[in-house]
């Protein structure tokens, strides 16, 4: 066994002043006053800098809360919050356990456990350019806002599974947050702390989650980059109608636009389903409490999809291969399949072609951005 050098008592008082001095380095913020002092934080600015979102024209327009408008020091402050485990019962996982940037704020699981391990019903999803999803968040469009998505995962019990007055306690007794809410949001107060403004907080770093410069987007932009004829065929494979009648992938139907997405929900024949009461997750059905519903989904956006395998809601397809062998079949027969998924002919070339131009909507940019990693 290795001997471990023994440090002498003066040798650790060294050692604890240098760490000392480490910690309280002029990073950091100065703690604030005692709990229970009023207005405790009116010693630290409130000089919110507004934050202008960057994006090209072709990607469509944001919406931005009137009541939440973006600013650096929000956005800082969303940041931490999304990677702080703070937000979960336990201290063992935040936003980002299933929300990764590397795999493009996804987790790499089909279905992902929460805190005590127990597995949700549904896929992470990739919060890829989700400022500009306008019919509904999550797989079956359930939550409208951002604002009102963040409030759920901390009290859901296969996630964070925590109570907000017990988070909200914590974040108050922080020797650091109560001062960035006070810099975000002008709060005199640690009290005024509340969960309100955390979502708004983790809602304003979300809408800065945008991909432009991925090779479809160099393309675009006519930056001197150009498809290989792999890519050229499986994107005409992937937008045009190539063949008379049905026999073609028609992926545009669902998938078109610039955010390779659809807003309307549609069921694409993964599950096979007798009567609307068959399917085993009613998705847009729970939502809208008509049958007939019951089985559609949204159509995700497909950019950095090779990144966040497996796929689908439930994530039953392993690889892109797989979730093409699926669409090339026609699917399950389910009384409300859309009219769009037929079987049509696919060779092994033609296939690999349509994949190869699904990984032009890769962006490591986006999975590589500082400003989107965590601050810990
Ligand atoms: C245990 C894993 C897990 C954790 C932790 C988690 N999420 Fe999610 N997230 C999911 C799943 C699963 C879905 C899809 C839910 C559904 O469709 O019902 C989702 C959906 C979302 C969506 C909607 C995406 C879209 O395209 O509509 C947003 C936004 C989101 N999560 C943000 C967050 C934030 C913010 C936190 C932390 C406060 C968080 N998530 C914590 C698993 C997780
Ligand atoms: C009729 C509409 C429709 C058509 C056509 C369609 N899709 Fe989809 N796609 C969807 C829906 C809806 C989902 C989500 C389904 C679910 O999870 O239950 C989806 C999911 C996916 C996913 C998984 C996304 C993820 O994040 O897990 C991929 C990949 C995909 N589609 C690729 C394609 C390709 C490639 C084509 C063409 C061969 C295609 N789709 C054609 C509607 C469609």
């Not at 949204?298 to 796929?311: C, E, F, G, H, V």
């Amino acid at each position: 066994m290795k001997k471990i050098p023994s440090l002498s008592i003066a040798g650790t008082f060294l050692l604890l002043l240098l760490l000392t001095i480490v910690a309280c380095g002029p990073e950091e913020p100065a703690n604030p006053g005692p709990i229970d002092e009023p207005d405790d934080l009116l010693e630290f600015t409130y000089d919110p800098e507004n934050y202008e979102l960057d994006y090209p024209d072709y990607l469509g327009q944001i919406e931005i809360p009137e009541d939440n408008p973006m600013t650096v020091q929000g956005i800082e402050l969303g940041r931490r919050l999304f990677f702080d485990p703070i937000l979960s019962a336990d201290s063992t996982m935040s936003c980002s356990s299933c929300h990764n940037p590397v795999q493009s704020f996804t987790d790499g699981l089909a279905t992902s456990p929460g805190i005590d391990g127990n597995l949700g019903s549904r896929s992470a999803m990739s919060l890829v350019n989700i400022a500009f999803v306008n019919n509904g968040l999550n797989w079956n469009g359930s939550l409208q806002t951002l604002e009102e998505q963040a409030l759920e995962p901390v009290t859901n019990e296969v996630e964070l599974h925590e109570t907000w007055p017990n988070v909200i306690g914590k974040l108050q007794q922080h020797p650091t947050y109560p001062q960035f809410f006070r810099e975000a949001f002008g709060i005199a107060d640690r009290n005024e702390i509340t969960k309100e403004l955390a979502a708004k907080a983790i809602a304003q770093f979300e809408r800065t989650l945008i991909s432009y410069n991925s090779k479809y987007d160099q393309i675009r932009f006519g930056s001197g980059v150009f498809y290989e004829e792999d890519e050229i065929n499986g994107r005409d494979l992937f937008f045009f109608e190539l063949a008379t009648g049905l026999d073609h992938p028609g992926c545009s139907h669902c998938h078109g636009g610039v955010q390779f997405s659809e807003p309307s929900f549609f069921n694409n024949g993964i599950t096979e389903a007798a009567t609307f009461a068959d399917f085993p997750d009613k998705g847009r059905g729970e939502v809208t409490g008509v049958p007939s519903d019951n089985g559609l989904f949204r159509p995700p956006s497909l950019r950095n999809i090779a990144l966040t395998a497996p796929y689908m809601h439930d994530g039953r397809f392993a690889t892109l291969e797989e979730v093409l062998d699926h669409y090339k079949s026609g699917g399950h027969p389910s009384p409300n399949i859309s009219a769009n998924i037929q079987p049509f002919t696919l060779s092994d070339e033609d296939r690999d072609n349509l994949i190869a131009f699904l990984h032009t909507l890769t962006d490591t940019s986006f999975i590589n951005n500082p400003a989107f990693q965590s601050p810990f």
